[in-house]
């Protein structure tokens, strides 16, 4: 179980999870300078008679709509859009901007004549505030900006509104990139500390159930070494080969509960791992569970589900049934009902003992007692299933497991 890190950097690399977020706006800004070239091109079709050498015009328009074609995919992907690329677009649009107050009449640039690029020059800001946030975006727009002053027309007013806008639509969209990319890191790193928390959970539950599993060899092993002991005189062999055992088990479970709590990597468990794409029978599964005081009730046909979600279920039955053992009291009796319907499976655990009263489970939880909401709930919520309780004093205690078969398929 690892945790990794990896959150969008706004300067270059997209994380995989930021990618679905920045990928629709990559589109939006290369359909955009796709859309603002054939204006720019219409423009000048229109007016290109009136300039002083329109076939400087016509030159630089062919190099702008060459490039910009051979430039649709890198606009329209974060990796493909480099900074030489937009180093190159934002030259691009600097040399329109500068041969447009060399090759267009005085008059109509003094009576605020557009430039040869037009709002072709805004996609360049855009790609630059998407890449890496407002900063870029700022200091392309200033050079565009310098550029229309310096180069075309002076700083009059339509210049001068024209770069307010362009500056502020670039730093708005860069800034709101460096919230999409905060937020996308932020809710990355939340998932994999769910991914993780869920994980030891998983792991929890089973030291849980190993322990549970060592306590009762105790007492079973206990029992006959005890009455060993109060046969003979002298020891043997097989106590010490119990004793050796119940040595290796409780081991085994210590350092794992040990690493639990301090946050290291779990030791491997052995457990055998059933074959995930073999469908078992829950049937099977629970039928170690029935003796003289446990009924169990299933259908005459094998119920099968995946066998993790088998095994799974099986467990949280098994967490039910050592709880009615622990705590219903000896003459208690308990029934295995399992329901194998087309949309779930559903294993009813019911018994007649004293039951307990309302908010008792929330108590055991707060007291770090466990065995209710990770051994049981736990495993159905990884399943995807339900796990209901129902308990009043006197009345005993029924738990209800569904699974879902869609969910586990």
Same mark, same amino acid.
């Given at each position: 179980?690892?945790?990794?890190?990896?959150?969008?950097?706004?300067?270059?690399?997209? &994380?995989?999870?930021?990618?679905?977020?920045?990928?629709?706006?990559?589109?939006?800004?290369?359909?955009?300078? @796709?859309?603002?070239?054939i204006? !720019?091109?219409?423009?000048?079709?229109?007016s290109?008679?009136?300039?002083?050498?329109?076939? &400087?015009?016509?030159?630089?328009?062919?190099?702008?709509?060459?490039?910009?074609?051979?430039?649709?995919? &890198?606009?329209?992907?974060?990796?493909?859009?480099?900074?030489?690329?937009?180093?190159?677009?934002?030259?691009?649009? @600097?040399? %329109?901007?500068?041969?447009?107050?060399?090759?267009?009449?005085?008059?109509?640039?003094?009576?605020?004549?557009?430039?040869?690029?037009?709002?072709?020059a805004?996609?360049?800001?855009?790609?630059?505030?998407?890449?890496?946030?407002?900063?870029?975006?700022?200091?392309?727009?200033?050079?565009?900006?310098?550029?229309?002053?310096?180069? =075309?027309?002076?700083?009059?007013?339509?210049?001068? =509104?024209?770069? @307010?806008?362009?500056?502020?639509?670039?730093?708005?969209?860069?800034?709101?990139?460096?919230?999409?990319?905060?937020?996308?890191?932020?809710?990355?790193?939340?998932?994999?500390?769910? !991914?993780?928390t869920?994980?030891?959970?998983?792991?929890?539950?089973?030291?849980?159930?190993?322990?549970?599993?060592?306590?009762?060899?105790?007492?079973?092993?206990?029992?006959?070494?005890?009455?060993?002991?109060?046969?003979?005189?002298g020891?043997?062999?097989?106590?010490?080969?119990?004793?050796?055992?119940?040595?290796?088990?409780?081991?085994?479970?210590?350092?794992?509960?040990?690493?639990?709590?301090?946050?290291?990597?779990i030791?491997?468990?052995?457990?055998?791992?059933?074959?995930?794409?073999?469908?078992?029978?829950?049937?099977?599964?629970?039928?170690?569970?029935?003796?003289?005081?446990?009924?169990l009730?299933?259908?005459?046909?094998?119920?099968?589900?995946?066998?993790p !979600?088998?095994?799974?279920?099986?467990? &949280?039955?098994?967490?039910?049934?050592?709880?009615?053992?622990?705590? !219903? %009291?000896?003459?208690?009796?308990?029934?295995?009902?399992?329901?194998?319907?087309?949309?779930?499976?559903?294993?009813?655990?019911?018994?007649?003992?004293?039951?307990?009263?309302?908010?008792?489970?929330?108590?055991?939880?707060?007291?770090?007692?466990?065995?209710?909401?990770?051994?049981?709930?736990?495993?159905?919520?990884?399943?995807? %299933?339900?796990?209901?309780?129902?308990?009043?004093?006197?009345?005993?205690?029924?738990?209800?497991?569904? @699974?879902?078969?869609?969910?586990?398929?």
């Amino acid at each position: 179980m690892t945790d990794g890190g990896g959150a969008g950097a706004v300067g270059g690399t997209v &994380a995989a999870g930021g990618m679905s977020v920045e990928l629709p706006l990559w589109r939006a800004i290369s359909y955009f300078r @796709v859309l603002a070239l054939i204006y !720019a091109l219409l423009r000048y079709v229109n007016s290109y008679l009136h300039f002083l050498h329109p076939v &400087a015009g016509w030159i630089f328009l062919g190099a702008l709509t060459l490039w910009t074609l051979a430039t649709v995919r &890198a606009f329209a992907n974060p990796q493909r859009c480099t900074w030489y690329v937009l180093g190159v677009d934002l030259m691009l649009a @600097v040399t %329109g901007i500068v041969m447009s107050g060399l090759t267009d009449a005085p008059a109509r640039i003094s009576h605020g004549a557009p430039t040869l690029p037009t709002i072709w020059a805004a996609g360049t800001v855009l790609g630059c505030a998407a890449k890496g946030g407002w900063r870029p975006a700022a200091a392309a727009g200033s050079v565009i900006g310098v550029a229309n002053i310096l180069g =075309h027309g002076g700083p009059t007013g339509d210049n001068i =509104h024209n770069i @307010v806008l362009l500056m502020v639509a670039g730093c708005a969209i860069g800034y709101v990139i460096e919230l999409a990319r905060a937020s996308e890191a932020t809710l990355t790193r939340a998932l994999q500390v769910e !991914a993780a928390t869920r994980e030891r959970e998983r792991l929890s539950r089973d030291i849980h159930d190993g322990v549970l599993q060592v306590l009762a060899l105790v007492q079973r092993r206990g029992a006959e070494l005890g009455a060993g002991t109060a046969g003979s005189t002298g020891g043997g062999t097989g106590g010490g080969a119990s004793f050796a055992e119940l040595g290796r088990l409780a081991g085994e479970q210590e350092r794992a509960l040990r690493t639990l709590m301090t946050g290291g990597p779990i030791p491997a468990q052995r457990l055998p791992e059933p074959d995930a794409a073999e469908p078992r029978d829950l049937t099977a599964l629970l039928r170690p569970y029935a003796d003289e005081r446990i009924t169990l009730s299933a259908p005459g046909t094998p119920v099968l589900l995946p066998a993790p !979600a088998a095994g799974e279920l099986a467990a &949280a039955v098994g967490a039910a049934v050592d709880n009615v053992r622990r705590h !219903a %009291g000896e003459e208690a009796g308990a029934w295995i009902l399992v329901e194998d319907e087309p949309e779930a499976v559903t294993v009813s655990i019911r018994d007649d003992g004293p039951g307990f009263a309302p908010g008792r489970l929330g108590e055991a939880e707060r007291a770090g007692r466990l065995g209710v909401s990770q051994s049981i709930r736990g495993r159905l919520l990884d399943l995807g %299933g339900t796990a209901e309780l129902y308990s009043a004093p006197g009345e005993g205690v029924e738990v209800e497991l569904r @699974v879902p078969r869609k969910a586990n398929q």
